[in-house]
């Protein structure tokens, strides 16, 4: 195999990810999820390889949302993708061909801003066909509408449209998942939507978009496939190792099993002239995380910026704090960022560190006291901030 990091990747080259897919598709069977995890963290990679293996009386739709910013492209996007998996496939030819005519879909994407029917909202085009749709859907039948970067769109819908728009497209799509249970959705992204509802609270927004939506968490690679991943990497791009077994372990380990770290230490390692041993891996991640943004780590840093707020400062205060040690306890961890912050609230403290475990910096070991979640971004951010 060789390295792509950042690349999009053919099912076949997904590694793992069997025990997660396949109790994504045990819980699909009761209700949608929400993926949640990190960015980079192989959420999409997942989704491809599910939408390669579908159960039988499952239909799959994909879409990548990133580049929507308004609800009628979002629901433009939907009837595109839909006419155009329908219209390929044997299964759904016939009734569901004429109906999709009804709505204007006759193989050609609808382009530009309207909608086929100008005198239909969004709303209105949306749950028309959803509705017409899932009447041809039997009782025990699933459609699966997998949305990747929703939270994105829906921020992006919110910065160009406005607030009620995001809130009416988030409160339609949880009607839709109740009115027509055949529709599953899976909900991803690499904003988290905690972040976005956020914003959407601070305009009013009461409701709960997605309590029917249990999160399921996409975790760095098992042990096992790290290792393969990384040995697979080292002999497709022909590294010279002095032992393979324990170079792929110390790379998977190095990175806490993450694959897309994975592919850069191997793209890194590839271009070294002489044979690979454990040492010379050590010394490549201590180089590499010298450098500023190597592997978009900076994102961590930098994300903190966008979405902290007015306890940015703090956030990443605490952060420094925590860089250089293994663990804190809170106590000790309030105590030394309390000093440095005239007047600080310990509940602001307190919400600030239960938003980083949220977004993946930080969670607890089993004592309770708080650590880095991912030993590559600790060390990366000690060697970047730690002056
Ligand atoms: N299971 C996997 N097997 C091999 N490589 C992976 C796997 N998951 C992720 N990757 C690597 O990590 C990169 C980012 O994965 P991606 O699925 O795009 O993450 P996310 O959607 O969470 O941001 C991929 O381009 C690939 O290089
Ligand atoms: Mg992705």
Known sequence: MRTNPGGGLAPEEVVGRDALIAELWDKLERHGVMMTAERRMGKTSVLRKMLAQQPPGVTAFYWDLENIRSPETLVREIFNKV????????????????????????????????????????????????????????????WLFLFDELPLAIDNIRQDQGASSAMEVLDTLRMIRQDYPQIRMVYTGSIGLHHVVAELRKQGYRNAPT????????????????????????????????????????????????????????????????????????????????????????????????????????????????????????????????????????????????????????CRNDAGAYRFRFSLVQRYWHQQRGN
């Open 83 to 142: 006419s155009e998996d329908l219209g390929n496939s044997q299964k759904w030819q016939g009734k569901v061909q004429q109906l999709l005519k009804n709505w204007g879909l006759g193989g050609e994407k609808i382009a530009g801003v309207s909608l086929p029917k100008p005198d239909l909202t969004w709303q209105q085009h949306l749950q028309g066909m959803v509705q017409d749709l899932s009447a041809q859907v039997a009782d025990r039948e699933r």
């Open 211 to 362: 309590n029917d939506l249990p999160p399921v968490e996409v975790e760095p690679l098992a042990e096992y496939d790290a290792w393969k991943l990384a040995q697979d990497l080292l002999m497709g791009e022909k590294v010279a190792t002095a032992d393979l077994s324990a170079v792929s372990q110390s790379i998977a380990s190095a990175v806490d099993g993450n694959a897309f770290y994975i592919h850069h230490c191997v793209a890194r390692l590839k271009g070294m002239a002489q044979s690979i041993d454990v040492p010379q891996v050590e010394a490549m991640l201590k180089a590499a995380v010298r450098q500023y943004d190597v592997w978009d780590l900076g994102y961590f840093e930098k994300r903190i910026g966008s979405y902290y707020g007015e306890n940015a400062k703090l956030a990443l205060l605490a952060l420094d704090e925590l860089a250089p040690e293994s663990a804190l306890t809170f106590g000790d961890w309030w105590n030394r960022v309390s000093i440095q912050i005239p007047d600080l609230d310990k509940e602001a403290f307190r919400s600030t560190l239960n938003l980083l475990e949220q977004d993946h910096y930080i």
